[in-house]
Nanobody, 122 residues
């Protein structure tokens, strides 16, 4: 198994930036595709971004494309989500995800972090 711990959430004004981090432990980090999902109150968990094993490819939800950037540092067992030009609709709990097969479907993700709250005020 792999254990995931997110950090970096908080309260920010619209137009601001935040950087989320997810530290992994347990199995070999570079064996996993990593991703970020988010869940707003009353809504289903949705895909935000994902990155392949060594970071050669990244994928984004249309709603965040051009504003968010996912990256990873395999030497530090950490994946990041740089979020710029934040909007109130980005408010959600953000979850780190790990899977051996890259996926944008939440139900197919076997490993999750505990989540970190991001709140964007207007």
């Amino acid at each position: 198994q792999v254990q995931l711990v997110e950090s970096g959430g908080g309260l920010v004004q619209a137009g601001g930036s935040l950087r989320l981090s997810c530290a992994a432990s347990g199995r070999t980090f570079s064996n996993y595709h990593m991703g970020w999902f988010r869940q707003a109150p009353g809504k289903e968990r949705e895909f935000v971004a994902r990155i392949t094993w060594i970071g050669e490819r990244t994928y984004y939800a249309d709603s965040v494309k051009g504003r968010f950037t996912i990256s990873r540092d395999n030497a530090k067992n950490t994946v990041y989500l740089e979020m710029n030009s934040l909007k109130p609709e980005d408010t959600a709990v953000y979850y780190c995800a790990a899977s051996t097969i890259g996926t944008a479907v939440a139900r197919n993700v076997p490993y999750w972090g505990q989540g970190t709250q991001v709140t964007v005020s207007s």
